[in-house]
């Protein structure tokens, strides 16, 4: 096995790159694609049609569901929620909305990122934040539902 996990994860996929550290009570589903240099910590869940590239983080309490797309030097922090329902019934058909987070964004602690979603590369999202639409590149967004608070200086990003 190329990749850590600890005793304590469920990894059912065999798409997990090497170096990727997989902790304690984290659930991973068959069909899921995990890059390489990952570290995904205690208590994910990842989904079946979710695809995570390269040297991305994935703090506590983060559930990644299907149809999302996390690009290479990604950071989600602890407690992000991701959704890919926007009209959520019980029992009912849904029609599965993809969101990405393109290459060195950041997703900051207890936002929530709603589906359909582009967060652009290298683009911080504050603690906190609701993200109702598409994000531009280097955009820092606060508040709910989160606005541009600024751009990054390129010397501020890892693009």
């Known amino acids: 096995m190329p990749y850590f996990k600890h005793p304590n994860a469920l990894v059912e996929s065999e ?3 090497e170096n990727t550290r997989i902790w304690a009570f984290t659930h991973i589903l068959p069909s ?5 240099d990952c570290n995904i910590c205690d208590h994910v869940f990842i989904e079946n049609d979710v695809i995570i590239g390269d040297r991305v983080t994935i703090k506590c309490g983060v559930q990644i569901w ?3 797309r996390l690009e290479d030097d990604v950071m989600i922090g602890p407690n992000a929620t991701f959704t890919n329902d926007l009209f959520p019934r019980s029992k009912q058909p849904f029609q599965l909305r993809s969101t990405v987070v393109k290459q060195g964004a950041s997703i900051g602690a207890n936002s929530t990122i709603l589906c359909g979603i582009t967060v652009g590369a290298g683009a911080m999202i504050g603690a906190g934040a609701v993200v109702t639409k598409d994000v531009p590149p280097k955009a820092v967004v606060i508040g709910n539902p989160a606005r541009i608070l600024r751009y990054l ?3 501020e990003c890892i693009l």
């Open 15 to 17: 798409k997990i790159g």
């Open 153 to 155: 200086e390129d010397s």
């Open 66 to 68: 299907d149809g999302v």
């Open 32 to 36: 899921a694609d995990i890059g390489c």
